[in-house]
């Protein structure tokens, strides 16, 4: 129980890297809300490896450069997940607002993420 508590921190961490870069990247560039997600994923997935490498799981018995393969790997399975989410509702529901699906995107998603790193990345 403890570690889906860490785990739920990590992502909740996670979710405010993705969502500050998010924010800053529709703010300040002209990269709308498709492409400015994909970027926003991959550093809150940087972010989430490292507080999920030290906090939530410990270093697995794999070498760093393995960890992280695998860690992208699952990470990028589930960021499709949260990103087809969060694309779907944009596109059916043109009042949200980006951060708005990033947030129920990112629930979906979380289940998906614990069981793979729990798994595949840091198993022991």
Do not use: K
């Not at 508590?5 to 560039?29: C, E, N, S």
């Not at 994909?38 to 939530?56: E, P």
């Not at 990103?83 to 979380?110: E, F, H, K, R």
């Amino acid at each position: 129980m403890q570690r889906l508590v860490r785990f739920v921190f990590a992502g909740g961490i996670g979710f405010v890297a993705d969502a500050a870069a998010l924010w800053l990247l529709l703010a300040v560039t002209p990269l709308g809300p498709f492409i400015g997600r994909i970027l926003s994923i991959g550093f809150a997935l940087c972010v989430t490896w490292q507080i999920n490498r030290h906090l939530t799981f410990s270093p697995s018995s794999r070498g760093m450069t393995q960890e992280g393969a695998r860690y992208g790997g699952v990470g990028i399975a589930t960021s499709i997940v949260n990103y087809a989410v969060y694309s779907a509702i944009l596109l059916v529901l043109p009042a949200a607002t980006p951060l708005g699906a990033l947030a129920i995107a990112s629930l979906v998603a979380m289940a998906l993420s614990f069981l793979g790193y729990s798994r595949l990345v840091f198993d022991r």
